[in-house]
């Protein structure tokens, strides 16, 4: 009984937070509904149906071809990937996480369970831009660059295929991937039809970025809009969180925060669009830390680690956690990206590398190569109107665009994975109204 | 001279496990059950839901009695987190995560392949003598009600539930809620003090690190059935730890990222001074400055 009127309390005092909230203009945030679809993602209730039971491997790779380990990531020696196996022959989906992402996230579990419930084995792998990957399979330790991530990429999976071909039999080969994992999918089948070692059938791309520059770009705008940019604005939205997350916490007579249903929690924690852009920004952001941090430290452009004195495992990292709240991805391209890769790529500029960070590169593969699908929402916060024009051009009859879903929002959902399937089978034959 | 050879056993293995440089190796995780998650997760919205409808009857915005006005952003403690010991602390993580991965997570993916309603006998067994330390300090802290409802479960699942291997109290709906003496601390207005990373227990705060060898020194001293001296409490202690790493998902440095020590550290401590505000018997002053780290 008492719980009812904690919750009654709680929720009354939300409706009144949200309607104050409505009253607030936002300024120059993405669409209410593609912010709050992308932070809930799929209502469990849309799921696709799921098998009762995914068997699950974790497997661990040493790559002879990684970089001499900086002390500070002596954890990350190894590279993990996670796989599924059919007890029959099957094929074989390749699924790539998004940005900063390993490759066990809850989105990958869920297309993990959809594939698996289809009849593939499934082998999930991280982001080229996650910080075990850099350190473990990553032949620059700089994150960032399309194709050169792409093909770091391309050979770790080559290297796990190696053995699992031994034990599993793999009748066909596709490859998937979500968000910036989408863009790397579609770049791994075209380094595919030329080298053949992994004999890429179909590549479906969920969420792509058309041009990973600007979306990142994108998402830092976000940060700054919703959040701010000086050290005092990111310590009041962390403020704003802490006392909403505590007073939530207090009213919910719950002993341990673990307890909480967090569906409740989110809905007492995040009032606004600033409130939802805000979590979303910071999610990236977060990523981009270890992006950057460790960028530096294998570029040895000196921003934060002096390459005299590598950090010890053992140093403080607050001050450094501090500064690289603040720093944007456009900082990121600026002091590592870019010296690092005009020092190494002959002939590189400025504007080429910026260019080649655009799904562009392999726009006639797109183009004329029928087995390149693409799945995105009208609402995409990572994509401008242009962007999603090009990618329907580009990839004619071949990509499917539903209305609403924000990043990722409907993921998992039983059209998206309808889709996805026929489109992997070979049999999707467009768009259902 | 069993001591001697636990430790032996103990640095043998975390050498071997430095030592482990395989290439290729693959563990075998237990399987997802995604189609049971996923219902279990409708299920949980729709209960949220019905509370919501009901409780949108009744809605009153009076604050709820007794948990005083609510925390303001001025009350939040600061972001950075108070850590005297940072290279000592930094260096047991370490420690603990080569301990885990070469001992620990092995013999827990051995545990895993009992059946699991012997497993769930352990872990009912354990749960149920936990409640010997949360009555009393629920008694400790004034809390008749919780103490009460700990009390009642552990009659019921020591009779009923035969030894408290089986949870028949959840089943009606009398469900738990642990507590310790860090708790009880915490209530009576003591902050969670410097961070401490306890040598193979992982994060903790000095308070709380006090708090747990405490509750650990009240059931030896009560020694419940001769359960915590002796033959008994070798086997019964590593047992119980064994059991909660099974059924813990945590992974050292899955996050792959240089700053995972700090990640850690800051949602460790926020979710300790968060569960402190709903204890505290009083509101706190709001007089610590905004620099102060939090914890101290």
Known sequence: ????????????????????????????????????????????????????????????????????????????????????????????????????????????????????????????????????????????????????????????????????????????????????????????????????????????????????????????????????????????????????????????????????????????????????????????????????????????????????????????????????????????????????YLAHRPGATRESLFADSRLDIIGECLREDPDYFAQTNSDDLILDAAELDWLRATLAGRIAVYEHGGHLGNLGDRQQVADMLQMLAGTWTGATP | MRRAGVLALLGAALLAGGCATGGFSVRTLPAETPAADNAAAIRKLQALQAEVAAAGERATLAPPAGIGPPLTAEEAPSMGTYDPWERTNRFTYRFNARFDEALLLPVADRYRRLPRPLRTGVRNFFSNLSEVVSVINYTAQLRAAPGVRCLGRFVINSTLGLGGLFDVATGMHVTQA??????????????????????????????????????????????????????????????NGVDIRANASFRYYSTGSPFEYDAVRFLFVRKTLIEDEALRLWHRSGKRGAQTPAGQ
């Open chain 2, 178 to 239: 642990r507590t310790g003496f860090g708790n009880t601390l915490a209530r009576w207005g003591m902050q969670p003090g410097p961070y401490f990373v306890i040598p193979l227990l992982g994060p903790s705060t000095l308070r709380d690190g006090f708090g747990w060898a405490a509750d650990f020194g009240t059931n030896y001293l009560i020694n419940l059935a001769d359960l915590y001296r002796g033959t008994a409490g070798w086997v019964l202690t590593p047992l």
């Open chain 1, 1 to 340: 009984m008492n719980r009812f009127r904690w919750l009654s309390a709680v929720w009354a005092l939300t409706h009144l937070l949200a309607v104050q909230a409505a009253e607030d203009p936002p300024a120059g945030l993405p669409d209410s509904a593609a912010l709050h679809a992308t932070v809930y993602g799929t209502p469990p209730q849309d799921i696709a149906p799921l098998p009762a039971t995914v068997p699950l491997q974790e497997i661990d790779i040493a790559l002879p071809w990684a970089r001499p380990l900086p002390a500070v990531l002596w954890f990350d020696r190894r590279l993990r990937a996670w796989f599924s196996v059919q007890d029959k022959p099957a094929p074989l989906a390749i699924v790539i996480a998004g940005t900063g992402s390993d490759g066990n996230t809850a989105r990958l579990a869920t297309l993990r369970a959809t594939l698996y419930g289809a009849g593939y084995h499934v082998l999930t792998m991280p982001s080229p831009t996650f910080p075990g990957f850099v350190a473990s399979a990553s032949t620059t330790g700089v994150a960032g660059d399309l194709m050169q991530d792409s093909r770091d990429l391309y050979d770790a999976t080559r290297a796990i295929l190696a053995h699992l071909r031994a034990k599993v039999r793999i009748t066909d080969v596709d490859v998937l991937g979500y968000s910036l994992g989408g863009a790397n999918a579609a770049v791994l089948k075209s380094i595919d039809a030329r080298e053949h070692a992994l004999n890429i059938h179909r590549a479906v791309m969920i969420n792509p970025p058309v041009s990973l520059f600007a979306s990142m770009g994108r998402l830092d705008q976000l940060f700054a809009r919703s959040i701010g940019t000086s050290p005092a604005d990111i310590d009041h939205f962390y403020r704003r969180l802490f006392v909403r997350v505590a007073n939530y916490f207090r009213a919910s007579e719950q002993v341990r925060l673990e307890d909480t249903n967090l569906y409740a929690a989110a809905a007492a924690v995040l009032h606004t669009d600033a409130d939802f852009a805000g979590v979303i920004a910071l999610d990236f952001r977060l990523s981009l830390m270890s992006i950057f941090y460790e960028g530096d430290l294998y570029a040895g452009t000196g921003v934060f680690s002096d390459p005299r004195h590598p950090p010890h495992p053992g140093d403080p990292t607050a001050p450094v956690v501090q500064e690289l709240l603040r720093k944007t991805f456009a900082e990121y391209f600026d002091r590592v990206f870019v010296p690092y």
